[in-house]
């Protein structure tokens, strides 16, 4: 049976996810965007977005964000707003920004999957490799904040608004989808709504488990999609009866754009003698 859904805290603010388009100019096999026609947000729909929910952070990711007509419009109107801005990029849409505009971003995310470039071309396209690499020491050089992202949810303090306007919990979620209408009407009560309601289910197995504060359940969205979200996420090692040990200590608090969204664990990596190396967010 399942548990009632965890509130949400009183004036919270929210990370938001946005996909300004679909359009991308790759076309790799794990990709989540729609496919079958180029959808855009316009300027107008993100301006409803920031003027209906109390914004901290925006990550923009779904396609390659460059390709959107107004993409340049759009990242001076969120940078005005004084927001954390992000962008999630396969190196293309950091490429086709001038030096003052990549500054614009607190945070720039590459999309590297894989260990060598012979690799990641094969899965994502001839002089991926490189292009990251060429814009990664660009974004250092312009003290850019640089992280790589991996292909790896609670709709708490987290929004993602697709490019066809849908309003939603999480990038993957599978059951019911909210509108930019929506948003206007509910503002920050959107999270008291069914789609977001049903990521903070709790399962009952999970009740007890040292690491439910983190972990929430797992991921909702694939527990609905087998139409069991009242059971506990089916990667969990623990509904096997397994006990896996890491070699970790928590890290102090820091105030990351992506930090709210449950689907992303802040990982450091540390050198043998402790001095912290960098961040990798896990999707």
Same mark, same amino acid.
């Given at each position: 049976m399942s548990s009632k859904p965890s509130p949400v805290k009183e004036? &919270?603010?929210?990370?938001? /996810?946005?996909?300004?388009? %679909? &359009? =991308?100019?790759? &076309?790799?096999?794990?990709?989540?965007? @729609?496919?079958?026609?180029?959808? %855009?947000?316009?300027?107008?729909?993100? @301006?409803?977005?920031?003027?209906?929910?109390? +914004?901290?952070? *925006? %990550?923009? $990711?779904t396609g390659e964000n460059a390709l959107h007509p107004q993409f340049k419009q759009i990242i001076r109107y969120l940078k005005d707003r004084d927001l954390k801005l992000t962008i999630t990029s396969n190196g293309y849409s950091i490429s086709q920004l001038s030096d003052e505009e990549v500054r614009y971003f607190h945070d720039v995310e590459f999309s590297?999957?894989?260990?060598? #470039?012979?690799?990641?071309?094969?899965?994502? /396209?001839? /002089? %991926?490799?490189?292009? *990251? @690499?060429?814009?990664?020491?660009?974004?250092?050089?312009?003290? !850019?904040?640089?992280?790589?992202?991996? +292909?790896?949810?609670?709709?708490?303090?987290?929004?993602?608004?697709?490019?066809?306007?849908? +309003?939603?919990?999480?990038?993957?979620?599978?059951?019911?989808?909210?509108?930019?209408?929506?948003?206007?009407?509910?503002?920050?009560?959107?999270?008291?709504? #069914?789609?977001? &309601?049903?990521?903070?289910?709790?399962?009952?197995? =999970?009740? $007890?488990?040292?690491?439910? #504060?983190?972990? !929430?359940? $797992? =991921?909702?969205?694939?527990?609905?999609?087998?139409g069991r979200l009242d059971k506990p996420d089916e990667y969990c090692p623990f509904t096997r009866g397994e006990v896996i040990k890491l070699d970790h200590r928590m890290a102090p608090s820091t105030d990351l754009p992506k930090g709210a969204s449950a689907c992303t664990t802040i990982v450091s990596a540390l050198k043998k003698n402790g001095n912290q190396r960098r961040k990798e967010p896990a999707q």
């Open positions: 004036g &919270a603010s929210f990370s938001v /996810g946005i996909g300004l388009t %679909n &359009a =991308c100019n790759l &076309a790799c096999a794990h990709c989540y965007r @729609e496919v079958d026609g180029i959808d %855009n947000l316009s300027l107008d729909d993100i @301006e409803t977005l920031c003027e209906s929910l109390p +914004v901290r952070a *925006i %990550n923009l $990711g590297l999957d894989f260990p060598t #470039e012979r690799e990641q071309d094969c899965f994502r /396209g001839d /002089g %991926n490799w490189r292009l *990251i @690499e060429d814009q990664m020491e660009r974004c250092r050089r312009l003290g !850019a904040s640089v992280t790589v992202t991996a +292909v790896m949810m609670s709709g708490v303090e987290t929004v993602r608004l697709s490019p066809r306007g849908e +309003v939603q919990p999480c990038v993957y979620w599978p059951g019911k989808k909210l509108t930019l209408g929506d948003l206007r009407q509910l503002g920050a009560a959107i999270t008291q709504s #069914e789609p977001f &309601a049903q990521t903070r289910v709790l399962p009952e197995f =999970c009740r $007890g488990c040292e690491f439910v #504060e983190t972990c !929430a359940g $797992g =991921c909702p969205g694939r527990r609905l999609l087998r």
